[in-house]
């Protein structure tokens, strides 16, 4: 949705990290979020980035740099829990716009 | 209500029927969106309501798509002539408003089934 950009899918293996990139146009840019999203749930925030930088929160960290129009999610220390959709969510012109989601299934 | 809520949580309807479905924002908030989601696919973004603003309809998908929102609260969505394709998740957010920089809030979404 309006050139919010996310690689479909990613694997990687239980306690293993994983970096989900999402890249959006910069125009009207007001802040960026990160979703999770399980089967059949609604989704629930996980993190909201305004300012370049790394904001950390537990096993997920956030990165942003308005200036390049660039994000990622950092998942460390993976649990199959974690198996699930990530969406990253760009604020523009106060209106929330949502990638297509990364579905990330973690593996024993 | 503590959360966003939506109903009915689940509809099946017959092809050409009209349907509408609700949607209770979090108390207070002054910004309510629609979002649409099929199938293993991510948010279509459908219409956005802030405030006492003129909305958002830039998303809905075709005129048989229409939203309200009744003072300010409760919104509902209508979807007439329904179609097969309109078969999906129609999930409902709401956040305080464009003044504070804070997550939306989703209900549990309603699924739709045109049969």
Redesign the interface.
Same mark, same amino acid.
């Given at each position: 949705g309006q050139n919010i950009d996310q690689p479909t899918e990613m694997t990687a293996t239980e306690g293993a990290i994983v970096q989900i990139n999402c890249t959006y146009q910069t125009s009207g840019f007001n802040g960026l979020f990160w979703y999770q999203q399980h089967a059949g749930e609604a989704p629930t925030f996980l993190s909201y980035n305004v300012l370049d930088g790394l904001e950390e929160k537990g096993r997920f960290s956030s990165f942003l740099s308005r200036s390049k129009g660039y994000s990622y999610l950092l998942l460390k220390e993976l649990q199959m829990k974690d198996s699930a959709s990530y969406l990253c969510a760009v604020d523009r012109d106060y209106k929330l716009s949502f990638g297509a989601g990364t579905t990330v299934t973690v593996r024993a | 209500g503590a959360g966003v809520s939506q109903s009915p949580s689940n509809k099946v309807t017959e092809k050409g029927k009209d349907v509408e479905l609700r949607c209770d924002p979090i108390s207070g908030h002054t %910004?309510l *969106?629609w *979002?649409r989601q099929s199938l293993g696919?991510?948010? @279509? &973004?459908l219409i *956005?309501f802030?405030g006492n603003s003129a909305p958002?309809k830039s998303g809905l998908p075709s005129d048989r798509f229409s939203a309200e929102r009744t003072g300010g609260s409760v919104s509902t969505l209508t979807i007439q002539r329904t179609q097969q394709e309109d078969s999906a998740v129609y999930?409902c %957010?709401s956040?305080p408003g464009?003044d504070s *920089?804070? @997550? %939306? &809030? &989703?209900?549990?979404?309603t699924r739709l089934t045109v049969v």
């Open positions: - | %910004a *969106y *979002y696919q991510g948010l @279509e &973004f *956005y802030q958002d999930l %957010a956040s464009p *920089y804070t @997550e %939306a &809030f &989703f209900g549990q979404g």
